[in-house]
């Protein structure tokens, strides 16, 4: 298995909190620790989506940084002490056998489809909070002095931002929804906007390949 799948497949099966607490650096009630890396007085090292960040010395990553600054080690032996430890299941001194490399595939394949979800989100919030400003401006206005485009900001206000609420915050199958529904929401913003912001790929003519387990 080449390197980067690896490293990828390890910190997809262990986050730097797990490895963390493994090693005894339980989080306080805010959800820090006493970092290891530099004399810490006062709990200043959190942990987020996988990852640590020390907010006093800078120290960040994911439970392999964690693993090789705490004991000193490359990332490779750092992977592989995760791996003993953790009893991760990880080929990482042997071939990886087909069910593996097959497993692998999938990951990687899941990993691209939750960029590209990830990418069109972004675009279509930017969109969608362009749409909302446009009604927001002309509500400053007299009715009477509205465009076609403002009247109908102005309408689909309430829907533009709970499209905009739930791409933000909303959990995921809501958004897997307005995904769904992504060509009928951004002509929406083409017809308030008149821009058509969707990136390569995902704007329903050449939209990411269906796979089983997208975002």
Known sequence: MPLNDLFQLCRERVTAEEAARYYGYVPDRRGKVLCP???????????????FRCWSCGAAGSAIDFSAR??????LDAVRKLNEDLGLDLPVDRAAGPEERERARREAELRETRKIFEEWRQTMLTRLCAAIRTGNVALRRPMEDWDPKECLAVREQARLEWYAATLEAGDREEQMEIFR??????????RISGDTGDPAGTDGRNGPRRRSGAA
């Open 181 to 190: 529904r992504r060509k009928e929401v951004g002509r929406l913003c083409t």
């Open 37 to 51: 890396f530099h004399p810490d007085r006062h709990p200043s090292l959190s942990f987020h989506r996988g990852n």
């Open 70 to 75: 705490l004991f000193g080690l490359a990332p």
